[in-house]
C-alpha cells in the first residue's frame, strides 16, 4: 500500500543547465519532433496506439483500442496474439532470419550467438518439452536462472505455449523464492546447478531444493546442468534436465494464439508489507508498449548492437533484454560479467569489442565506476557508442555529468528512463535529440500522461515538488497483483483518478520531472526495490529477535543502504558476533541485496499510539534532522 506521507516544499536551485544533442539525432531518430508526437498523441491517444499496434502481427485484430473502466483497463479488445510469432517467427519470415538475435558472453569467456532462426528452434523444442511434462496454457512456471541465454529460451517458451512464467532473480535465498513459488503456485521451477560469479560457483539448486520442501505445487525441477564434472544427480521422475527436455520435444509447436487481456508473466515486487507482490502483465498491451519504447526510446536501427546489463530476473531485463528488442528485431548482447571481474575494464573491454551501439546500465554502477576511475574506460575504444541509457533510480548530476563525459564523450544522448515493475515499459524520460537536464528525467513520452500533484491530486505549479503520478492508463501497464486484486486498486486510489507511483518528484519550471525518491516504506538499493517490511520480517524470523525496524540511508554508491534497529529477546546480550549472524540470516532468508549495512541494537523503537514503527522518526534521528509531526508518537 502507498501509505502517503506528507507534502513537501523543495527549495530549487534551478540551474538552467542544459546539453543539446547534436541535430542530427532528431533528423534521424525514429521520434523526430518530441512535442509533435506527443500533440499527436494527445489529439487522439487510441489512433496513437492503434498505429502503433498495426506494425505487428496479430491473430485477430482488435474491436477496441482501449476499454477503460476505472481502474481497469483492457486493450487491444478481443484481438489475439502471440508476442513470441512478434519476437521470432516475424523475423524469422523476414531478412533478419539469420541475424544475431542474442549475442551472449559468459564468465568464462564462452561467447554463443543465437539467430533468429536458432533461438526460434531452440524456444520450440523447449515449449514442447514443457508441454511433454504437463505444462499448459496459463500454469505458472518459476525461472530461477543465472543470466544464460537458456533463461530467455524458457521466458519465451512459455509465453509461446501461454504459460505464465515467474522469473525469480538468481540473487534471492531460499525463504524469498519459497514464498514466489507459494503465492504463484507454480507447477515447475527452471533452474541451474550454478550460477557463475566472479570466477565462483554458487550452487543454485541447493538454494532451490530447500524453497520447494514446502512447495507442494511443484511437480518437476527442470535443472540445466552448466557443471560437466562431476554433473549433479537427478532424482529420476521429479528432476530433468533441461537439455534432455529440449530434445524430447520435436520441431513443431504452433504459439498458443493468446488474448490480449491473458496473463503473460508475473513478477514478484516488493511491497510495504512483508510479502511481495505479484505484478501480472498481459500479452496484447505489453508486447505494443514494449516494443514502442524499445524502438523509440533506444532509436534501435536495424545494425545496432544494443546491450543492456541488467538481469532478465528484473522487470528491465524482461522489457528490455528479452520482449522489447527481440520485437524489434535488434541484437541484443548479454553478459554473465560482473563489472568488476577480471577487472574493472570488462564492460569497457566488451563495448569495445562486440562494437556496442546501444548501452542501457543503472546508476548505481556508473558511480562505482566513478569511483574506480576513468583510466579504466580511456583504456578502451567506445566510439562505436551512439546513445547511452540509465534506469533504476535517480540519475545524480555528478553521475549524469560523469557518464556523459567519460562514457559518452560529449556526443551520446542520455535517456534516463523512469519506470517501474507496475508500469511494465519506460515511462518518462529525455527523448532523444531533446535537451538534457542533468537530475532530471524529462518529461512523459508520447503515450505517457506523467504529472507532479499535491495529496489530492491537483497539479503542483511550475517549480514545485509533489507525488509522481500517471493521468491515463498505458498499453503495458500491470493489471492487477497475483490473488491480491485489493492492492491494485490501491495504487489507483491512493490519490483519487490517478495513478501514484509512490515516488516523489520536483516538476521544473521547464516541466522537466525530477525524481527524489519512494514516498512509502520501499528502498531502493542499488536500483533495487526492497520493502523495510521484507527486511524486518526476515529479522523477526531469527530466534534472538524480538522487534525490528529498517530505514535507507543514503549511500554514495548504492543510492541507499540499510540500517536495522533491533531489539532483542531476553536471554539474548548485544554482540558483534550476533550482528554477523543476523546479517547472515537476512542473506540466506532474502538474499544478499538486503543485507543490512548497520545494525543497532536498541531498547526500544518509535512507535504510534496504535503500534505502528515511525520509521520516519528513525531516520530523522539518523539523519540529524527535524522528525516533523510527531504528535502520534507513544510518548
Ligand atoms: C522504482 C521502481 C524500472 C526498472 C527498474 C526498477 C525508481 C526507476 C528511475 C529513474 C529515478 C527511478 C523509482 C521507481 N526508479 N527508474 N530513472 N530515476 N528513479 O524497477 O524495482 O519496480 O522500482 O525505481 O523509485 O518507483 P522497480
Known amino acids: 500500500m502507498h501509505e502517503i506521507k506528507e507534502s513537501f516544499d523543495v527549495k530549487l536551485a534551478e540551474d538552467e543547465k542544459y546539453y543539446v544533442p547534436d541535430e542530427k539525432y532528431r533528423r534521424t531518430s525514429w521520434i523526430g519532433d518530441y512535442q509533435r508526437r506527443y500533440d499527436e498523441f494527445l489529439a487522439d491517444p487510441d489512433a496513437f496506439w492503434n498505429d502503433i499496434a498495426e506494425e505487428l502481427d496479430w491473430v485477430r485484430h482488435w474491436d477496441r483500442v482501449l476499454e477503460w473502466n476505472y481502474p481497469y483497463a483492457k486493450w487491444f479488445v478481443n484481438a489475439r496474439l502471440n508476442i513470441t510469432s512478434n519476437c521470432l517467427d516475424r523475423h524469422v ?86 514464498m514466489r513459488i507459494t503465492d504463484a503456485q507454480a507447477k515447475i521451477v527452471i533452474t541451474a546447478d550454478i550460477s557463475i ?199 545524480n548530476p555528478e553521475a549524469f555529468e560523469w557518464y556523459y ?67 491515463t492508463p498505458w498499453p503495458a501497464m500491470f493489471r492487477t497483483i497475483y490473488n491480491n486484486d485489493e492492492r491494485y486498486r490501491q495504487y489507483w486510489e491512493t490519490i483519487p483518478g490517478v495513478y501514484t507511483a509512490g515516488d516523489l518528484a520536483v516538476k521544473g519550471t521547464d516541466g522537466y520531472i525530477m525524481v527524489i525518491g519512494r514516498s512509502d516504506d520501499i528502498i531502493i538499493i542499488s536500483g533495487h526495490n526492497i520493502g523495510t517490511a521484507e527486511v524486518e520480517s526476515a529479522l523477526v524470523s531469527h530466534q534472538a529477535v524480538a522487534e525490528a525496524a529498517a530505514i535507507g540511508k543514503p549511500d554514495p554508491l548504492k543510492g541507499n543502504s540499510i540500517k536495522a534497529f533491533v531489539i532483542l529477546r531476553v536471554g539474548n546480550a548485544p554482540s558483534e558476533k550476533l550482528k554477523k549472524d543476523l546479517m547472515y540470516h537476512v542473506r540466506m532468508t532474502i538474499g544478499p541485496i538486503a543485507v543490512p549495512q548497520e545494525i543497532a541494537f536498541v531498547e526500544k523503537l518509535p512507535k504510534t499510539r496504535s503500534g505502528k514503527i515511525m520509521r520516519r522518526v528513525l531516520k530523522a534521528q539518523e539523519m540529524g534532522v527535524d522528525p516533523g509531526d510527531i504528535s502520534t508518537l507513544e510518548e
Open 197 to 395: 560469479r566472479r570466477g565462483k560457483a554458487i550452487p543454485l539448486i541447493t538454494i532451490v531444493k530447500e524453497a520447494i520442501l514446502n512447495a507442494p505445487s511443484v511437480e518437476h525441477l527442470v535443472i540445466l546442468r552448466r557443471r560437466r564434472e562431476p554433473p549433479v544427480e537427478m532424482r529420476p521422475d521429479f528432476e530433468l534436465d533441461f537439455y534432455e527436455l529440449m530434445r524430447n520435444g520435436g520441431a513443431d509447436c504452433p504459439p498458443e494464439a493468446m488474448d490480449a487481456e491473458d496473463p503473460l508473466f508475473m513478477l514478484y515486487t516488493s511491497g510495504s508489507t512483508g510479502t511481495p507482490k505479484g505484478v501480472v502483465h498481459t500479452c496484447g498491451g505489453y508486447m505494443v508498449g514494449t516494443y514502442y519504447t524499445s524502438k523509440y526510446v533506444f532509436d534501435l536501427k536495424e545494425n545496432d548492437i544494443y546491450w543492456c546489463t541488467a538481469d532478465p530476473g528484473w522487470i528491465t531485463g524482461h522489457s528490455y533484454i528479452v520482449y522489447g528488442p527481440l520485437i524489434v528485431g535488434a541484437t541484443v548482447f548479454i553478459s554473465e560479467m560482473t563489472l568488476d571481474y577480471p577487472d574493472p575494464g570488462i564492460w569497457w573491454r566488451l563495448i569495445e569489442e562486440q562494437r556496442i551501439n546501444i548501452f542501457y546500465t543503472a546508476p548505481t554502477a556508473i558511480r562505482t565506476f566513478m569511483k574506480l576511475g576513468e583510466a579504466w574506460p580511456e583504456k578502451y575504444d567506445l566510439s562505436s557508442l551512439r546513445i547511452i541509457g540509465s534506469v533504476g533510480e535517480p540519475l
Open 93 to 178: 519470415a523476414s531478412d533478419r532470419r539469420n541475424k544475431a538475435a542474442l549475442i551472449w558472453r559468459g564468465e568464462d569467456g564462452t561467447e554463443r550467438v543465437y539467430t533468429y532462426q536458432k533461438l526460434l528452434t531452440e524456444v520450440i523444442h523447449f515449449a514442447n518439452g514443457l508441454k511433454k511434462v504437463g505444462v499448459s496454457k496459463g500454469d505458472r512456471v518459476c525461472i530461477y536462472m543465472p543470466m544464460v541465454p537458456e533463461q530467455a529460451i524458457a521466458m519465451l517458451a512459455c509465453a509461446r505455449i501461454g504459460a505464465v512464467h515467474s522469473v525469480v532473480f538468481a540473487g534471492f535465498g531460499e525463504t524469498a523464492l519459497n
Open 405 to 471: 563525459h567519460v562514457i559518452g564523450k560529449d556526443r551520446c544522448p542520455i535517456v534516463d528512463t523512469w519506470w517501474q515493475t507496475e508500469t511494465g515499459m519506460q515511462m518518462i524520460t529525455t527523448m532523444v535529440g531533446e535537451p538534457m537536464r542533468p537530475g532530471f528525467v524529462g518529461k512523459g513520452i508520447p503515450g505517457v500522461v506523467a504529472d507532479v500533484v499535491d495529496k489530492d491530486g491537483a497539479s503542483v505549479p511550475l517549480g514545485s515538488g509533489g507525488f509522481l503520478v500517471i493521468r
